[in-house]
């Protein structure tokens, strides 16, 4: 690696302006409105002789995406960031959301975390590398491309779904990174680093209960709300089986291996034996975030999460309808998910209707290469102590997209956290904010990482 290191106090503070000018765009989604995004990110690339490709995928709704040119002797590193931020209730934060504030600290605004944050450390790298490419203190082999996109906060897609699918060519990569990986997180004591290698997908859908619609003064078992309810409460009881998956299995040994003590202990007899698949993990581990996070990670999953029936108190409707969000492993897909509920439902389900509004597939990459090496060096060097390991996601990221186009994603988006901040309450929360030494050690470590690997045949 023939790497002049920049230098690191300047590259924070670059990342630090960088986010506060981003929070300071209101990107809330809906509507959105990433173009202002867009603009700042086309700017800055062009003061720095980069020429921009801005596609705008709908009114005011633009993605950015740049590359910088290696000598083409090994495949093309994507960093991609979305723009868009998911909306505030204002009055429950103690500042300015869209203010950019720096306090104590810590750079408060939405999207701090999720993710102009990580947005900002990105830009921060790939402007740096262009310096240095420029100066001609770095030789890459692989093209660096980045991608600032709209509207991964929502399903209508405006963002890199669209251009994985018209403009693929400005996307293809080997690799990408983005988030949600690679910050540390602290359990029984230890911090790990978990790195994002795979995520659930998803099926949105909707169960339709119909019955007698008549008068609510003589009740009867043809009421559609007590068809619906009834259903619904089977499956707030139901057991999915448990399916350990290569990614859920590494994330697993690596917490058994290193949180020790009883629940240590547990958690590899859990894993090893298969039959003590059918013990909840809630009870190998005692109740805790944990384990229902564990929980998720191994396990399809069915949450409701609306409701709407009637219109009168004296009417009994004649349809009531619930929403439910489910999330699938690896290899369940929405039909698949639909017959096991419609299982668990038993004779009920044949007087209810299933609609499957959306769905996505779970993704999973391998984390035998020489690039997930290379993160796993590179934090270690950072933070002997830390522990990375291979992560599933519970929730879902943009990378299902890229899967598309055969690149290998991984949520690396490097901050070391203490151990009194968890960015699981930080991201989408009140006062969403970043600790500005996490994001200084996170953008050296990410440039490092980046710029070895763009230089790695
Ligand atoms: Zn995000």
Same mark, same amino acid.
């Given at each position: ?7 690191? @106090?300047? &590259? ?6 960088? &986010? ?29 002789? =980069? ?14 995406? @740049? ?129 994002? @290698? ?9 169960? =339709? ?19 619906? @309810? ?40 859990? &894993? ?17 975030? &944990? ?5 998720? =990670? ?160």
């Amino acid at each position: 690696m023939h790497v002049t290191p920049p230098n690191w @106090a300047t &590259l924070a503070e670059q990342a630090v302006m960088h &986010l506060c000018n981003l929070i300071r765009l209101d990107t809330s989604n809906p509507p959105g409105n990433e173009a202002i995004a867009a603009e700042y990110v086309a700017r800055l690339l062009t003061a720095h002789e =980069i020429t921009p490709v801005v596609i705008e995928t709908a009114p005011q709704r633009s993605n950015v995406v @740049a590359r910088l040119k290696g000598d083409g002797s090994a495949a093309p590193l994507l960093l991609y960031f979305h723009t868009d931020v998911v909306p505030v209730e204002r009055d429950k934060w103690t500042v300015d959301p869209f203010g950019g504030v720096v306090r104590d600290g810590y750079v408060y605004g939405r999207g701090a975390i999720d993710m102009k944050g990580i947005g900002a450390m990105q830009l921060a790298v790939f402007l740096e590398i262009a310096n240095a490419v420029r100066q001609g203190k770095l030789t890459p082999r692989r093209d660096l491309i980045l991608a600032a996109t709209a509207d991964e906060e929502s399903d209508a897609n405006q963002g890199i779904g669209v251009l994985a699918e018209k403009h693929p060519d400005l996307l293809q990569a080997e690799y990408a990174l983005s988030e949600f990986g690679g910050f540390s997180a602290h359990i029984n004591g230890k911090r790990f680093y978990p790195i994002q @290698a795979a995520e659930k997908g998803n099926v949105w859908m909707r169960i =339709i209960a119909h019955g007698q619609p008549g008068h609510a003064s003589i009740p009867t078992p043809e009421n559609a709300v007590v068809k619906l @309810a009834s259903a619904l409460a089977k499956l707030a009881h139901a057991r999915f089986p448990a399916r350990v998956t290569q990614t859920a299995h590494a994330y697993l040994s690596t917490l058994a291996d290193n949180i020790g003590g009883k629940q240590g202990v547990a958690l590899r007899a859990w &894993l090893d034996m298969d039959a003590l698949r059918e013990v909840p993990i809630q009870r190998v581990l005692g109740n805790s975030a &944990l384990a229902a996070e564990l929980h998720a =990670i191994t396990h399809d999953t069915v949450t409701p999460t609306g409701l709407r029936a009637g219109y009168k108190t004296n009417v009994i409707p004649s349809e009531a309808e619930a929403t439910l969000d489910c999330r699938t492993l690896p290899g369940t897909s929405a039909d698949s998910m639909v017959k096991f509920i419609q299982q668990l439902l038993g004779e009920d389900h044949h007087s209810l209707k299933f609609v499957v509004d959306s769905s996505t597939s779970a993704v999973e990459f391998p984390t035998q290469t020489p690039l997930f090496k290379l993160i796993v060096h590179t934090l270690q060097r950072h933070d002997p102590a830390g522990i990375p390991t291979p992560y599933m996601m519970s929730g879902g990221t943009d990378a299902k997209h890229l899967a598309r186009l055969g690149t290998t994603c991984y949520g690396f988006s490097p901050l070391q956290l203490s151990s009194n901040e968890n960015i699981f309450e930080l991201v989408h929360g009140h006062d969403e904010r970043i600790p500005i030494s996490a994001l200084a050690w996170g953008v050296r470590v990410l440039y490092e990482v980046v710029a070895s690997w763009i230089c790695t045949p």
